[in-house]
Nanobody
Framework: QERLVESGGGLVQAGGSLKVSCVAS????????MGWFRQAPGKERELVAV????????FYAESAKDRFTISRDNANNAVYLQMNSLKPEDTAVYFC?????????????????WGQGTQVTVSS
């Protein structure tokens, strides 16, 4: 059974940085758009960033622009989310996602693969 495996979450102070990683199978990584969602307690899951299969296109939520960077590592079948200038409101469980349709990430519906999630906590 194919899956996405996240790592790199943790506790960081406001203003700090954190990088979360997601490793996929070669089949998924080579043909799917990859992205990150997050879900804070009591809130709906929301898109943070998505990157196309070829890395040509990337989209960031307004809350992530100028602070977060999504990237793909072809050698390791991995997608990363580098998060800088973190704020307490960035505290959430971060989920890696994969789907052949880049546009599917805009609604988050019918995403084919989800990771198990990794907790990111930003203290004030």
């Amino acid at each position: 059974q194919e899956r996405l495996v996240e790592s790199g979450g943790g506790l960081v102070q406001a203003g700090g940085s954190l990088k979360v990683s997601c490793v996929a199978s070669e089949r998924i990584f080579s043909t799917y758009a990859m992205g990150w969602f997050r879900q804070a307690p009591g809130k709906e899951r929301e898109l943070v960033a998505v990157i196309s299969r070829s890395s040509i296109a990337a989209f960031y939520a307004e809350s992530a622009k100028d602070r977060f960077t999504i990237s793909r590592d072809n050698a390791n079948n991995a997608v990363y989310l580098q998060m800088n200038s973190l704020k307490p409101e960035d505290t959430a469980v971060y989920f890696c996602a994969a789907d052949p349709r880049y546009d599917a990430f805009m609604t988050g519906r019918s995403i084919e693969y989800w990771g198990q999630g990794t907790q990111v906590t930003v203290s004030s």
